[in-house]
């Protein structure tokens, strides 16, 4: 169970693209996606909050018209990087809680499998 | 800025040999320390969450136990298997709103 679909996996594509990565969640509802961006050799850092039906909360320093996330239903969360550029390349992940767990802070986030971004 | 340490940053074993890491953070403002286990090419899989001063956490040969006050976690792996080899990040809640703040993981290596 918990299972967090990720989609794309690898996306090549040039300065000015923009890239929509999905993440769903399969057989459970999550009000609550995570966005994490992961740069090599760094640690994975927080982007944005995303809940279902709601504006999503950005981390500070991350640009909410650069990276548009839109949470329109309990299974899907999809992050939208626009006018993509080379310092955009990086590994982008989503994790989501089980809606119905409540609001403590000890339950385990569900991932999705990452995607891997290069911008030419 | 809080600031998640893990140590050894990679480690080396045979197989069925015993190891463990650490995972350290700052001590105030704690509300949980969750271990995860990430290979290559899958998602991160959540082992524990800890929330308790003392707490220790067993599944499987994978153990973790947990101090607040001095602000540290350990991660044991007992007789480590080839399948054990992967990533075990730890990461930090240190409020009640569920975000998490990572160490950069130790990476194992198990040598049949």
């Known amino acids: 169970g918990a299972v967090v679909s990720q989609h794309p996996s690898w996306v090549i594509c040039k300065s000015g693209t923009s890239v929509k990565i999905e993440c769903r969640s399969l057989d459970f509802q999550a009000t609550t996606m995570f966005w994490y961006r992961q740069f090599p050799k760094q640690s994975l850092m927080l982007m944005a909050t995303?809940?279902?039906?709601?504006?999503?909360t950005y981390e500070q320093g991350v640009e909410k018209d650069k990276f548009l996330i839109n949470h329109a239903s309990l299974t899907l969360s999809t992050l939208t990087v626009t006018s993509a550029h080379p310092e955009d390349s990086s590994f982008y992940i989503c994790?989501?809680?089980?809606w119905g767990e409540g609001w403590a802070s000890n339950q385990p986030q569900h991932f999705g499998d990452g995607t891997r971004l290069s911008i030419l | 800025i809080l600031n998640v340490e893990q140590s050894p940053q990679s480690l080396h074993v045979q197989e069925g040999d015993s190891t463990n890491f650490t995972c350290s953070f700052p001590s105030s403002n704690f509300y949980a320390l969750h271990w995860y286990r990430w290979e290559t090419a899958k998602s991160p899989e959540a082992l524990f969450v800890m929330t308790l001063n003392g707490d220790e956490k067993k599944k499987g040969r994978i153990s973790a136990t947990l101090n607040t006050k001095e602000g540290y976690s350990y991660l044991y792996i007992k007789g480590s298997q080839p399948e054990d080899s992967a990533t075990y990040l730890c990461a930090l809640n240190a409020g009640n709103n569920r975000k998490l703040i990572w160490g950069l993981g130790t990476s194992l290596a198990v040598n049949p």
């Open positions: 994790s989501a809680f089980i």
């Open positions: 995303s809940n279902e039906g709601s504006k999503a």
